[in-house]
């Protein structure tokens, strides 16, 4: 492939959330800080919800990684389970065996004692959700009833969830009014700006081993950004594509038709040229009617 080519040591656009590539971009710091605060004072529920490719499950293991040991933490990446799924899957998280069939009350003393135990070592239980909007809506129940475990002070049990939109609509179904409420903490994953996508790229490229001058101008980052609204997997997706195709040319840098090309051989990429020749338009049908109204104005005006 490019590596070579370019003089780097790994691919730097791969679509594995890898915490060693993170950027700490405003929003992603700031969703750190919601995080990190809320699970130290105790907080029930934490939601922070960013729409596909926004970079949830980099945070989500950004936040296990910094996580202070005082902190045992259970980890769902795929929550598409039953009620009984999820109990036997964060009893299996926390070490605690269950027996074949055992049901919401049993799981609750067995997880009490256990939450107990380690709330006596100084340690708080933290569970952690990816992909939370695929939680089906008796299972999220079934989580509400987890954390009911409190002292005076805290909870026992805290919950991160992290969502796609949708986990908002989810949430607003009636029968689910009890944990809206629980909620007190949460956190919508931004978008990056043109500027950023600029960094971002320069600082994946950087870590990735490349040292020589910046491969992707901040013109080509301005199509990068119209064309991904900045969704940093949307603009993985085209760097990787505009790196194969410069590399294809034998050139050293990634110019305006390599993006060109990039963005029409990815769907999730919006397509930069119909707008521009709107906007041409536009800007044409705007300059005509205003001629028009000149004229009118110097004709009978007077
Ligand atoms: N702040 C960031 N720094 C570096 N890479 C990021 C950042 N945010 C997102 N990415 C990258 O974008 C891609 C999509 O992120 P991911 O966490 O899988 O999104 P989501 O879970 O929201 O769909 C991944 O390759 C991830 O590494
Ligand atoms: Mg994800």
């Known amino acids: 492939m490019y590596l070579y080519h370019f003089g780097i ?5 791969t679509l594995t959330p890898n915490t060693s590539y993170y950027f ?5 710091k700031e969703a750190l800080n919601v995080l990190m605060t809320a699970l130290k004072t105790g907080e029930g529920f934490i939601k ?10 980099l945070i989500c293991r950004k936040l296990l990684n910094e996580l202070p040991d005082n902190f045992v933490t259970a980890y769902i990446p795929n929550p598409y389970l039953s009620p009984a799924e999820l109990r036997r899957a964060v009893a299996g998280e926390l070490g605690v065996q269950l027996t074949d069939g055992a049901d919401q009350q049993e799981f609750t003393q067995r997880i009490q004692q256990q939450v107990i135990a380690l709330h006596q070592q100084q340690k708080a239980v933290v569970l952690i959700i990816d992909e939370a909007q695929a939680l089906p809506v008796e299972s999220i129940e079934a ?4 954390t009911n475990l409190e002292t005076e002070s805290r909870k026992l049990l805290q919950v991160v969830l992290f969502g796609q939109p949708e986990l908002d609509d989810k949430l607003g179904l009636p029968e689910l ?7 007190t903490f949460s956190y919508t994953l931004k978008l990056m700006d043109s500027h950023q996508v600029h960094q971002y790229v320069q600082h994946r490229m950087r870590v990735a081993g490349y040292r020589g001058q910046d491969l992707f101008s901040p013109a080509v980052c301005k199509v990068l950004f119209a064309a991904s609204r900045g969704t940093p997997r949307v603009v993985n997706v085209l760097c990787h594509k505009c790196l194969m195709l410069a590399f294809g040319e034998g050139k050293s840098g990634v110019d305006r038709k390599h993006v060109a090309m990039a963005i029409k051989d990815t769907e999730a990429a919006h397509s930069v040229a119909s707008s521009h020749w709107q906007r041409l338009l536009i800007a044409g049908l705007v300059l005509l009617s205003a001629g028009a109204l000149y004229l009118a104005y110097a004709r009978y005006g007077a």
């Open 143 to 146: 989580l509400r009833l987890m």
């Open 24 to 28: 700490a971009l405003p929003s992603h």
């Open 48 to 57: 922070v919800t960013g729409e596909v490719g926004t970079g949830k499950t």
């Open 9 to 13: 040591k790994e691919l730097p656009f």
């Open 177 to 183: 009014r009890q944990l809206k409420q629980r909620i």
